[in-house]
Every structure is written in structure tokens, then in C-alpha cells.
């Protein structure tokens, strides 16, 4: 009889104390294909970040690790940056000046 075991590993990221909706976790699924974009993918996925100057920031980071990324643009009243991981997820940093709930 032949048996499979299957096991991943979640990485989760969140704030310092752990304020509920800080939180993102990634499940890391040996033997799982790519995604691929379309009906029932997620499309993107938006953090948002304090600032302009924080924006800058990570374009600046983005580019020297040779990121794919879109110009930054503005999208509902916000200045946004999208860009791609290493494994093709679309990412998106969006400034709310602090204008949404506080930072925890």
C-alpha cells in the first residue's frame, strides 16, 4: 500500500502586537502548479502603507532587486504601486496618508 504525505509550511506576517487585520499568510505547497491568472484566482492583493515618502521607498527597493513593477498611478483617490513576486502574485501598495483605520 502505498501512502502520500503531504506537508506545507505557512508564513505568516502581521504588525508587531499582532492587530487583527495586519495579518497575511503564505502556505508554501510542495508539488502545487503556478497560478494562473483568471476565473477564481485572486487578482491582487493590496497592503496599504503611512506614506508618499514610503511609496518612494519601495520603489527604490523594488528596483534594486530587480522587481517587476507598473509606474506608480493613482486609483480612487490614492497613490498606488503594483508589482509581481518572485512567483507571479500581484501585489499592490496603496498610501492612506493614515486616513484608514489606525495603525496598530
Do not use: H
Request: with cysteine; net charge negative.
Amino acid at each position: 500500500m502505498a501512502v502520500e504525505l503531504f506537508c506545507f509550511i505557512s508564513f505568516l506576517y502581521e504588525n508587531a502586537v499582532g492587530t487583527p487585520g495586519t495579518d497575511m499568510t503564505y502556505f508554501d505547497i510542495p508539488m502545487a502548479a503556478r497560478t494562473r491568472p483568471g476565473v477564481s484566482s485572486i487578482s491582487n492583493t493590496a497592503l496599504r502603507i503611512q506614506s508618499n515618502k514610503a511609496l518612494q521607498f519601495w520603489l527604490k527597493q523594488l528596483d534594486a532587486f530587480g522587481v517587476t513593477r507598473d509606474d506608480i498611478i493613482e486609483r480612487f483617490g490614492r497613490q498606488t504601486l503594483t508589482f509581481r513576486d518572485f512567483e507571479g502574485a500581484r501585489l499592490m501598495l496603496v498610501v492612506d496618508d493614515g486616513n484608514g483605520v489606525p495603525y496598530g
